[in-house]
């Protein structure tokens, strides 16, 4: 994979979370998704009805799953790629992360909350790709910047990447529990989206 091919994946698995999140969104029927209010998962939820006293009903919650996944592996394959020219124990973390940031995303996409996970036992399952997929994201675009050197990117872009995936990590333990969920858990996503963006743009930058 090229260099520009590379920065492509980053750019791309960050706007197909985007664009899946807002499509899926605005189709919402039994009343308007909540950006703010609601948690994030529920973009991807088949169940309709009430759930401890919220209503889902996502029409096209297969857009927004799909979405995740495809995500989850355009940033891994990036990652991954990236991982080459860096030393071993840098490859390593870089590898790791990116494969873990994908499993959780594929967990958080087949395993919606609600009554029916609930039931089935699954919820350890749900949290575990909640959490892993914004840690495991944020780790990755830390480990990125933090490389800059080695993967020959401007100071600037490895600043503001490490600069993004430490707010997200550390919003985390900050924002649960006492803002909005809604808010909360998408300052921990859009930091490590916005980081692969910066990271990606930085790679075409570099290309031309």
Not at 47 to 66: A, D, K, R
Not at 143 to 154: E, I, K, M, T, V
């Amino acid at each position: 994979m090229s260099s520009r091919l590379t920065g492509i994946a980053l750019i791309a698995g960050a706007v197909v979370t985007i664009a899946a999140e807002a499509i899926t969104a605005s189709a919402w029927d039994l009343r308007p998704y909540s950006y703010a209010d609601d948690y994030v998962n529920f973009l991807g939820s088949p169940f309709v009805g009430e759930f401890e006293g919220i209503t889902i009903s996502s029409p096209l919650w297969l857009v927004m799953s799909i979405g995740w996944i495809v995500s989850g592996l355009l940033i891994a394959l990036a990652g991954i790629q990236l991982s080459r020219t860096l030393t071993k124990k840098r490859r390593i973390l870089t590898v790791v992360f990116s494969a873990l940031q994908a499993l959780g995303l594929m967990l958080f996409a087949t395993i919606p909350l609600g009554p029916d996970t609930m039931a089935a036992g699954l919820l350890g399952l749900y949290l575990a790709g909640a959490f892993l997929s914004v840690i495991a994201g944020n780790a990755l675009i830390v480990a990125l910047g933090s490389s800059w050197r080695q993967l020959g990117l401007p100071r600037a872009v490895g600043r503001a990447s490490l600069g993004l995936g430490v707010v997200g990590l550390l919003s985390i333990p900050v924002t649960y529990g006492w803002a909005p969920i809604g808010i909360a858990e998408r300052i921990s996503v859009y930091t490590f989206l916005a980081g692969a963006v910066v990271i990606g743009v930085a790679l075409l930058a570099r290309r031309r």
